[in-house]
């Protein structure tokens, strides 16, 4: 009985050194809408529908109480936004990030967040200008800010660690 006594202290502490890793990986996957808010990012990237469809399955998706709005399927859908049937974000096997907007113009970009394409619903579209795509980007957040805002804040701050993580694709 002694000798496991004395055991146990040394097993708890490498217990805890080997999930610590594990833990604040999850926390950053978990949080990382809340922590793309306030991330340092160059100009025409847009960190929170980002982190929203790339870390999909970890965050909390407390989205029945928003209305029509769901998460299904890979698919963040927005109905009824700016008097459109829905606005979509997803991803896809030949595009990185695609965007259905409110005009039901379907925009796909790379994992930059660079235009690879866009089209209007079920034809080809001519190549948007660069304040299209600007104003698509930001639509994007502001569609899917309800989802982003109803994200619980971490009981552990690692905002810092997230911006040094994150630091290379956003900057």
């Not at 695609?98 to 394409?117: A, E, T, V």
Request: glycine residues 4%; neutral net charge.
């Amino acid at each position: 009985m002694r000798s496991m006594k004395k055991y146990k202290k040394p097993l708890l502490i490498v217990l805890l050194i080997l999930l610590t890793p594990l833990l604040v990986r999850r926390n950053l996957y978990k949080h990382s809408a809340y922590y793309a808010q306030y991330t340092p990012h160059r100009e025409g990237i847009e960190p929170v529908p980002i982190m929203l469809i790339d870390h999909s399955h970890d965050i909390h998706r407390p989205l029945d109480d928003i209305g029509a709005d769901c998460y299904e399927h890979g698919y963040y859908i927005r109905r009824d936004y700016k008097g459109a049937d829905c606005v979509q974000l997803s991803q896809g096997e030949e595009y990185e990030y695609q965007y259905c907007n409110s005009k039901n113009k379907d925009f796909y970009f790379d994992k930059d967040f660079n235009l690879i394409d866009s089209y209007y619903k079920y034809c080809k579209g001519s190549k948007p200008s660069d304040e299209e795509v600007a104003e698509a980007k930001k639509e994007m957040t502001d569609a899917f800010l309800p989802v982003v805002k109803r994200q619980s804040p971490p009981l552990i701050n690692l905002q810092w660690l997230f911006d040094w993580v994150y630091h290379d694709r956003f900057n």
